[in-house]
Structures are given as structure tokens and as C-alpha cells.
């Protein structure tokens, strides 16, 4: 894709430039060619890269308006599904909006559990409160809207959907996602004490397994295993 033709760009601020575009597949496509460049040496300095829904803020900027009339002239290639760092999040699907969702999946409610984890997601930007990933790759059809009265508390660990959107609370906050499974221990998602507080970062991909390790085909590696692969690593 070319970025000319399905981004705008602009000066905001002294210092920064904000980038916006048409949906969340470009974002990360734009977003992860930002971070390919930085590392090449090809962008001009940029201390901070903050993705957003439809947008990607470049802050540090010397000379946003060059930078913006640059950006219009990048060919974008579309994010491969195999570059990120990947995140395996344990999760039991025991939440109180389950049978909901399988009513709205068209399923049986012990079914929502292998079919949600039978997509990899990828952190499209983070969020709402620290730690808070949100994660796209749920396909249209399995896509839900919120619920039409918010919790007062959605307790730390729940793994939640709303909208195109998959995410795990790191703590408890109110909230209007629907609700269906927990991760036993959501510590690791934030954790202050480490060197990069938040266990999921833009560009980085996420699959769910089931508490005790295994994949839905038996070969899971683990409560959490992470690793770098490639430039679609979070900034």
C-alpha cells in the first residue's frame, strides 16, 4: 500500500506529528514501517512512536512538516503475520457474559473458548489504563458490541471483547466489554519493577491458551512465553 494515498499528516505541535489513518490495518502497517525505518536509521530522530486507533503520534520531531510531506511518499507494505514479539496469555473461560456471546456467536457456550483462541491477535495500541492492550485479529463475524449497562468493576484478569476488539483487564476498573474467561494471574501484564512495565506493546502478537498451558492443539509452551522476532516488535 501506499502511504500517500490513505494517510493524512500533520504538525501537532512544535515537536511532534500526528498521523492519521482510515483503519486499524493501516495503522499497524504504518506503525510497524515507522519502527522498521527507526531501526534502519532511516527516520529522522523521533524520541517517542505512540500508536492509537487510527492514528500513530510522532513526538521528538525536529521538523514535522518535512517529516509530514516525507511520510506521503512511503510505500507501506501490509504487517506479515509472522514479525512481532509473541505473547502467550493462560486464560479459563469462565467469564459472566459467556453464554451471551455464544448466543451472539451462534455457538454453544463451551465452544467460545476454542474458538477465541484459535486466532492469533497483535496489539493494535495500548490504553484505558496501564498494561491495557487492545487487540485486533478477531475476524468480522465473531466481532460483539459492548454491553448496553457498564460494571462498575470488572475485576483484574478478565479476558474481555468488545467491538473488533479482544483484551485482558491488568486491574480492576469499571467496564462495558463483555466478559468471558479470566487469566489466572494478571500480574506479569503490569508489572512497574520491570524494565518495560507492560507485558503487551504495539506490534506485538498474543495468543490465548487454555490455564495450564496447552494450545487447543497440546503444544503449549507455557503460562507466558514472549520473544522478538522481527520489526513488528513495539516501540
Do not use: K, N, Q
Not at 509473541?86 to 451472539?104: F, K, M, N, Q, T
Not at 507485558?199 to 503444544?219: I, S
Amino acid at each position: 500500500m501506499s502511504g500517500g494515498r490513505s494517510l493524512t499528516a500533520r504538525p501537532a505541535g512544535r515537536h511532534a506529528l500526528l498521523v492519521e489513518l482510515p483503519d486499524a490495518e493501516h495503522t499497524a502497517a504504518f506503525h510497524a514501517e515507522v519502527l522498521r525505518r527507526r531501526a534502519a536509521g532511516t527516520l529522522p530522530p523521533v524520541t517517542e512512536v505512540v500508536p492509537g486507533a487510527r492514528t500513530v503520534l510522532l513526538d521528538g520531531v525536529t521538523d514535522p512538516e518535512a517529516l509530514a510531506l516525507a511520510v506521503h511518499g512511503w510505500e507501506v507494505p501490509p504487517v506479515a503475520d509472522d514479525t512481532g514479539e509473541v505473547v502467550e496469555i493462560p486464560v479459563r473461560y469462565d467469564g459472566p457474559d459467556l453464554a451471551d456471546v455464544a448466543a451472539l456467536w451462534g455457538v454453544a457456550p463451551d465452544e467460545v473458548g476454542a474458538l477465541h483462541r484459535s486466532h492469533t491477535y497483535r496489539v493494535a495500541f495500548c490504553g484505558f489504563a496501564p498494561g491495557f492492550g487492545y487487540l485486533t485479529g478477531l475476524p468480522p463475524r465473531l466481532h460483539v458490541p459492548r454491553r448496553s449497562t457498564p460494571r462498575t468493576r470488572v475485576p483484574a484478569g478478565a479476558v474481555a471483547l468488545a467491538g473488533p476488539y479482544s483484551a485482558v483487564y491488568p486491574r480492576a476498573t469499571p467496564g462495558g466489554w463483555r466478559l468471558i474467561g479470566t487469566m489466572p494471574d494478571p500480574r506479569p501484564l503490569w508489572d512497574p519493577a520491570r524494565e518495560r512495565a507492560a507485558l503487551l506493546a504495539p506490534g506485538a502478537r498474543v495468543r490465548f491458551v487454555t490455564a495450564d498451558g496447552a494450545t487447543p492443539d497440546g503444544t503449549g509452551t507455557g503460562p507466558v512465553a514472549a520473544g522478538t522476532t522481527g520489526p513488528g516488535a513495539g516501540a
